[in-house]
């Protein structure tokens, strides 16, 4: 039987937006909203099998219904560029879904969906109507269901005209009575002033509607007599604007509305795009197309000579070592410290040869070994990195990375963050090499296939890195990015590996200790919250605590869910001025946290062997390119809170005697900014010495130093820092818990203040329109391809990303310049103290007692010297007995 699902496509990412955390993929773009649909959407395709399907769009701003009351929705605040930017990106998934999508100049996505629902009603068909507006419900029937949308975007709750009888006592076609009495504040319909839900469904429930009640308002007294009377007209209009209109002219047919279900040729990069792992990983789809048409039309793979060797054959790929040019290693599993090594393969010209991980073990291949440990020969692969750390814990050195092809397709395109081998054979036209999943399954699925067949495809992955790597490396000269990738990134991914395998002593009893007096602290706070309460409940039950703090303290309710009251964060810091009871449990969540998250958690990856952590950095994440870090995060600790921060005094130098020794970058990003706009009064502050924010708010506040409040502090800091990162009016009005007018307002002073920054930010955007793309100080690029597109939400994403990434990219290029200058140092200086971790804007070292002094001297010196630039780089140096001690 046919079944047609219509979402209203405005609605719902706009729910999604305001339910979701913040997310943004490696390009840096917000993908929250889109995130929070596609997670409903899969889920209604999953639990109701529709055959036909539509998400409807508004088309515009203005509508037919402006024609009649130009205020219509006059009352909205613009949507956030934050929102607003990731419309289109929501409308390319849908394409790569294959869900169609409608919209149509000066009607509503509500109209659409009306007219539609109407037809399929005529035709006897099955209906879902997916919405959060109430307004919906006017077009339930015996053959149309209204999925009103609740509790952001994770639950639905379903009405026909039974269940809207037994809710509001009304027939579907009563709903737009109702809104023409009560009117919409959220559209900007009037209604009659004072009149509500509950006295209009009183009201209705007399006279039947709108009419009937204008026409029997002298029975009616006193004031709500004398409302309707004066408003009359408003309650008709509003009445008017209410009603969907359902005979839009739409030229769509019912095949054109099909949805055969998702094509995983199209689906999967779709969703890999946007970094949707998760989804993917959940629809067992692949991120790759190297197999959809686009292989196709790629010339086939020629016969390779593959040897598979055996221990018979080791001594014939000794001999063939000298004309090695390319090798592979396959590994398995996420974090390399933990990844078994399966084999490698090793690439001539013309033959290639695939040796399994045992035979490394044999006599006869030690000529191997010595060749895979000489740094002084070059060595072109795929992940280097990563190939380096699994070798390394299997007992095998590894050097000489000199082209990590994963590494130079990022520096090519930061935004395809991680392509895989696959991808790149695709990307340059090679001939098609088969992706991983399709070999060796994945997740689950994963199994290791006969040894020739498994041969193959790794030898086949060595066989492509030749093309590849020949491809690349005229891209980078051609981009003038060979220096940057041989002299930066290449040398900075083996100082890495390097800090990896030293790890960082984490101490277990410490750790163990500090999750004691975490646990005391909680008891604690459970006993003062119960003592208050006057019961004992289970504190991490949503329910139970609804209870005590709205029926039995009595607390104002926030939001309500359909399962009870909602006691979500947002919910309780409003409630903390309240009451005790309040601050309390945020407390109780705080430690709570703390304790599972980073005891428990990091407890967990200490190793049982040296008990050190050993991190992951990932060079091919963030487009802006930041390292990030993985297994564990270490830069995730949260410093902000006390409690948060006694968890670095667990990390300790790993040898009696040393010290932890930490130098951070002081406000490196507005350094950078005050040199590349060369704003004259931000230049200032920095040459002299100033609290950049104090003087920022004395600028812009129009007050002298010393009577700057910490109000005015606190605001100037979030648009120093906001302006980096593009912050709208929108995103600041939430930092600082003012209206959009006021943050609007503070913006505009700062940019007549420091008006470097913005000719800067105007003729940055310029530039990019000419290029397509901007530059770091050391020529690090980031593609803008929608910096000139006609739509304007993709423009301006583009717009705010050229104006933050010089500023962002060239930060994260000097602490990388300085590691490797630093690595230089202490090799060419022939110190013992050793470079450990890289958090953010800070190095972290363990330092023995005879190179204390030295080191306090050398490393600010050596950050400092960095990059040359207008404005003083400016590196704070401490140190102590642990990581707590040295901040």
């Given at each position: 039987m046919d079944k047609l699902i219509l979402i209203d496509g405005n609605n719902i990412i706009y729910r999604a937006f305001f339910?979701?955390?913040?997310?943004?993929?490696?390009?840096?773009?917000?993908?929250?909203?889109?995130?929070?649909?596609?997670?409903?959407?899969?889920?209604?395709?999953?639990?109701?099998?529709?055959?036909?399907?539509?998400?409807?769009?508004?088309?515009?701003?203005?509508?037919?219904?402006?024609?009649?009351?130009?205020d219509y929705k006059g009352g909205r605040q613009k949507t956030p560029p934050e929102l607003s930017e990731q419309f289109p990106l929501l409308k390319e998934l849908l394409r790569g879904l294959g869900v169609p999508q409608f919209?149509?100049?000066?009607?509503?996505?509500?109209d659409i969906i009306g007219t539609v629902s109407r037809q399929a009603d005529e035709a006897g068909r099955s209906v879902m109507i997916v919405s959060g507006d109430k307004d919906m419900l006017q077009l339930a029937s015996a053959h149309t269901t209204i999925a009103l949308v609740r509790k952001g975007v994770t639950e639905i709750e379903l009405y026909g005209p039974e269940q809207i009888r037994e809710k509001y006592g009304l027939t579907p076609e009563q709903i737009t009575d109702l809104k023409g009495l009560m009117g919409d504040a959220s559209d900007n319909i009037p209604g009659v002033p004072g009149v509500g839900e509950k006295t209009a469904l009183k009201l209705l429930h007399e006279f039947g509607s709108v009419e009937g009640v204008l026409e029997g308002v002298e029975s009616l007294k006193g004031k709500m007599k004398e409302r309707i009377e004066t408003h009359a007209e408003d309650a008709r209009m509003s009445k008017k604007l209410a009603t969907i209109y359902?005979?839009?002219?739409?030229?769509?047919?019912?095949?054109?509305?099909?949805?055969?279900?998702?094509?995983?040729?199209?689906?999967?990069?779709?969703?890999?795009?946007?970094?949707?792992?998760?989804?993917?990983?959940?629809?067992n789809l692949s991120g790759s197309s190297a197999g959809g048409e686009e292989a196709a039309e790629r010339p086939p793979a020629p016969e390779l000579e593959i040897v598979i060797t055996d221990e018979a054959k080791l001594p014939e790929v000794a001999a063939a070592l000298p004309?090695?040019?390319?090798?592979?290693?396959e590994t398995y599993g996420e974090n390399p410290h933990r990844a078994e090594v399966i084999g490698l393969a090793l690439s001539t010209s013309g033959r290639h040869y695939y040796v399994p991980f045992e035979l490394l073990k044999?006599?006869?291949?030690?000529?191997?070994?010595?060749?895979l440990g000489d740094p002084g020969i070059r060595k072109t692969g795929y992940d280097l990195h990563r190939a380096d750390l699994a070798l390394h814990w299997k007992g095998i050195a590894f050097a000489g990375a000199y082209h990590d092809t994963q590494l130079a397709a990022y520096l090519l395109d930061p935004t395809e963050a991680n392509q895989s081998l696959s991808d790149l054979v695709a990307k340059y036209g090679l001939p098609r090499?088969?992706?991983?999943?399709?070999?060796?399954?994945?997740?689950?699925?994963?199994?290791?296939?006969?040894?020739?067949?498994?041969?193959?495809?790794?030898?086949?992955?060595?066989?492509?890195?030749?093309?590849?790597?020949?491809?690349?490396?005229?891209?980078?000269?051609?981009?003038?990015?060979?220096g940057l990738f041989h002299d930066l990134e290449m040398p900075l991914s083996r100082i890495l590996a390097d800090m990896e395998k030293q790890g960082i002593v984490a101490s277990t009893g410490d750790l163990r200790e500090l999750g004691k007096e975490f646990e005391s602290q909680i008891a604690g706070l459970a006993e003062k919250i119960y003592a208050i309460a006057g019961t004992e409940f289970n504190l991490n039950s949503t329910k139970q605590l609804g209870e005590i703090l709205f029926v039995k303290l009595g607390l104002p309710v926030v939001k309500k869910t359909k399962t009870g009251y909602s006691t979500d964060a947002e919910v309780l810091e409003k409630l903390a001025p309240y009451h005790e009871i309040v601050q309390l449990i945020l407390q109780y969540r705080t430690i709570a946290k703390l304790q599972s998250t980073y005891i428990e958690g990091l407890l967990k990856e200490i190793s049982p062997e040296d008990g050190k952590v050993h991190t992951y950095y990932r060079q091919t994440i963030a487009a802006t390119g930041r390292l990030s870090s993985q297994f564990p995060n270490l830069q995730n600790i949260p410093i902000r809170l006390e409690e948060g921060r006694k968890i670095r005094k667990m990390f300790v130098p790993s040898e009696p005697g040393w010290s932890i020794l930490?130098?951070?970058?002081?406000?490196?990003?507005?350094?950078?900014?005050?040199?590349?706009s060369d704003d004259e009064r931000l230049k200032e502050a920095f040459v002299l010495d100033m609290d950049i924010h104090t003087k920022t708010a004395s600028d812009v506040f129009g007050v002298p130093a010393e009577a700057v409040d910490s109000n005015m502090r606190r605001s100037a800091k979030a648009v120093n820092f906001g302006i980096v990162y593009g912050i709208s009016d929108y995103g600041l009005s939430q930092n600082l818990g003012i209206t959009r007018k006021e943050a609007a307002q503070f913006i505009d002073q700062y940019f007549g203040i420091f008006q470097g920054v913005r000719r800067y930010m105007d003729e940055i955007v310029l530039e990019a329109r000419k290029a397509g793309y901007v530059t770091t100080l050391l020529g690090r690029r980031r593609y803008l391809p929608d910096i000139n597109a006609s739509n304007f939400n993709l423009r301006s994403f583009a717009?705010?990303?050229?104006?933050?990434?010089?500023?962002?990219?060239?930060?994260?290029?000097?602490?990388?310049?300085?590691?490797?200058?630093?690595?230089?140092?202490?090799?060419?200086?022939?110190?013992?103290?050793?470079?450990?971790?890289?958090v953010h804007d800070e190095l972290v070292f363990e330092v023995p007692p005879d190179e204390l002094e030295q080191m306090k001297s050398l490393v600010p010196e050596v950050m400092e010297g960095a990059l040359k630039l207008s404005v003083p780089l400016k590196a704070e140096v401490s140190y102590g007995s642990n990581w707590y001690e040295a901040k």
């Open positions: 339910a979701m955390p913040p997310l943004t993929n490696a390009a840096g773009q917000q993908t929250n909203a889109v995130y929070g649909f596609t997670t409903m959407l899969l889920r209604l395709i999953e639990e109701h099998k529709p055959t036909h399907m539509i998400v409807a769009f508004d088309a515009g701003k203005t509508t037919f219904r402006h024609e009649g009351y130009q919209e149509l100049e000066t009607y509503e996505a509500d359902r005979e839009v002219p739409l030229a769509h047919t019912w095949e054109e509305m099909a949805f055969p279900g998702l094509n995983p040729d199209t689906a999967g990069p779709a969703l890999a795009k946007l970094e949707f792992r998760s989804l993917l990983e959940r629809l004309d090695v040019q390319a090798l592979h290693v044999q006599e006869a291949a030690a000529p191997l070994l010595e060749w090499l088969a992706p991983d999943e399709e070999v060796l399954g994945k997740g689950a699925k994963y199994r290791l296939p006969e040894l020739a067949k498994l041969g193959a495809h790794v030898a086949g992955k060595s066989a492509a890195l030749l093309g590849v790597a020949a491809k690349q490396e005229r891209e980078l000269a051609d981009t003038s990015m060979s930490a130098a951070d970058y002081s406000q490196i990003e507005l350094r950078v900014l005050a040199h590349i717009e705010r990303t050229a104006m933050n990434t010089p500023i962002q990219g060239t930060a994260a290029d000097i602490i990388k310049l300085a590691m490797v200058e630093m690595d230089r140092e202490l090799a060419g200086r022939g110190l013992k103290s050793r470079m450990l971790l890289q």
